[in-house]
C-alpha cells in the first residue's frame, strides 16, 4: 500500500512539474498561441499586447460579444513597407522594372521607357504612370516568364543593405506576426500595389509562403490575353486551346491602390476583413473599409510608421505620423520601438541607400 502511495505521489509530483515547464517555456512544449507576439517584437509593445488581446477575445467562443466565426477571420494586409522593405531604394517591383530596363534586358525595351527608368529616385510617386510603363515594359511575356522573372530578380542583391537579397527584406515582426493569426484560424489576403503576378511570386518565395496562398493575393492589374488575340478588343470568341499561352499585351487595367483597394477587397473576398495592416495614405481607404461602423465584428487596423532610420532608412517622424493616424482610428506601429529585430543578425544597413546608374546621372 505504502509503495502504491509514493509512486501515485511521484506521478502527481511528475505532471505538475511537467505543467509548470509547459507553461514557462523552459520544455519543447512551449504555449505558442498564449505566448502571442514575443520573438521579435519589443516585450513592453502595447501594439503587440493590443493585438494578442484582439486575437484572444475574437477566437474565444465563450466571448458571445466579441467572437468571430473561423471563417470572417479576414486579415488584409497591404505589401511594400508593411510585409517586406521598400527602401532598397525603392520598392521591390521598381527596382525590378530598373533592372529589366536598364541592365538585364535593355534591347527588348524603348528608349522612352529606358529613359523613365532612369528617372526614378527615392520620394518617386508610385502612380498610374509609372504603373503603365510597367505593364508596356513586360508586352508580350507570359504570365509564367514575368513570374519567374520576378523570382529570378529577387536573388540579386540590394545595395542597400548588406547581406540582403531583394526577396530576403520581410520584416521579421510582420512575418511572426503573420503566422500568428494564421495560427488562430485567420485567412490572411495580401492586398498590394503592386502587380498581381509579381506579388505572387514575391509572396511565394518569402518566409510567409505557407499563410498566403496564391488565390489570396490581390494586386494591380495589367491586360492579359490569349497568344496571337492580343489585339482583338475581347477573347470572347474564341477558346483556349491545349499549348495556348496568356501574354501581357502591354496594356495597363487599374492601380491597386486607395479606394481601388477597397473595390477590389469587396469583388473578390466578397465579405469585409476584420484586421488590416498598412502603411502609408493609399493603404487609408482599405483600413476604413475594415473598421467602418457598419462591420459586424470588432475590428482593428494597424498603420506602420517607418521611423527607425539605424537599423532601416526610415526618416517618418513618429509624434507626427502616430498623432495622424490614431485621430484616423488606427493603431500606430513603431518601427524603431516595436519592433525587436527587424531583418535578420546578418543584414546590416549599407553606408548609403544605393549609387547612381550611368543611364540615371546622363538622364539628370
Not at 483556349?240 to 473595390?263: M, P, S
Not at 510608421?305 to 484616423?328: C, F, I, L, P
Amino acid at each position: 500500500m505504502r509503495i502504491r502511495k509514493k509512486v501515485t505521489g511521484f506521478i502527481l509530483m511528475f505532471q505538475i512539474c511537467a505543467l509548470f515547464f509547459a507553461c514557462t517555456g523552459l520544455t519543447g512544449c512551449s504555449l505558442k498561441k498564449s505566448q502571442g507576439l514575443s520573438e521579435y517584437w519589443t516585450r513592453d509593445s502595447a501594439v503587440a499586447e493590443s493585438i494578442v488581446n484582439y486575437v484572444t477575445k475574437v477566437t474565444n467562443k465563450k466571448d458571445k460579444e466579441n467572437f468571430i466565426p473561423v471563417e470572417d477571420r479576414i486579415a488584409v494586409f497591404d505589401m511594400d513597407g508593411t510585409l517586406t522593405c521598400e527602401t532598397y531604394y525603392t520598392y521591390y517591383d521598381t527596382m525590378m522594372f530598373i533592372n529589366y530596363c536598364l541592365d538585364d534586358y535593355p534591347d527588348k525595351v524603348s528608349e522612352e521607357l529606358k529613359e523613365a527608368a532612369a528617372e526614378i529616385k527615392p520620394g518617386y510617386t508610385a502612380g498610374e504612370e509609372l504603373a503603365r510603363n510597367f505593364a508596356k515594359a513586360y508586352a508580350g511575356m507570359t504570365v509564367q516568364e514575368l513570374y519567374d522573372y520576378a523570382v529570378e530578380f529577387g536573388q540579386k542583391e540590394t545595395e542597400s543593405f548588406q547581406n540582403m537579397r531583394y526577396i530576403d527584406g520581410f520584416y521579421l515582426p510582420m512575418v511572426e506576426l503573420v503566422k500568428y493569426l494564421y495560427d488562430n484560424d485567420f485567412t490572411i489576403y495580401v492586398v498590394s500595389g503592386t502587380e498581381r503576378t509579381t506579388t505572387r511570386a514575391i509572396v511565394a518565395n518569402s518566409p510567409i509562403k505557407d499563410y498566403v496562398t496564391p488565390n489570396h493575393v490581390i494586386g494591380t492589374e495589367f491586360e492579359v490575353k490569349v497568344k496571337g488575340y492580343e489585339d482583338v478588343s475581347s477573347n470572347m470568341d474564341y477558346k483556349y486551346a491545349d499549348g495556348d499561352e496568356l501574354v501581357f499585351t502591354g496594356e495597363f487595367i487599374q492601380k491597386n491602390l486607395n479606394a481601388n483597394k477597397t473595390i477590389w477587397i469587396e469583388r473578390e473576398i466578397g465579405k469585409r476583413p476584420v484586421l488590416a495592416f498598412g502603411n502609408s495614405g493609399s493603404d487609408t481607404s482599405m483600413m476604413n473599409y475594415v473598421i467602418d461602423e457598419r462591420n459586424q465584428y470588432p475590428a482593428e487596423a494597424y498603420m506602420i510608421v517607418a521611423d527607425d532610420n539605424v537599423r532601416e532608412w526610415g526618416t517618418q517622424d513618429w509624434s507626427e505620423k502616430s498623432a495622424a493616424y490614431s485621430e484616423q482610428g488606427f493603431i500606430p506601429i513603431s518601427m524603431k520601438n516595436d519592433f525587436l529585430k527587424i531583418y535578420p543578425d546578418t543584414v546590416t544597413k549599407s553606408e548609403q541607400q544605393y549609387t547612381e546608374t550611368e543611364e540615371a546621372e546622363n538622364a539628370a
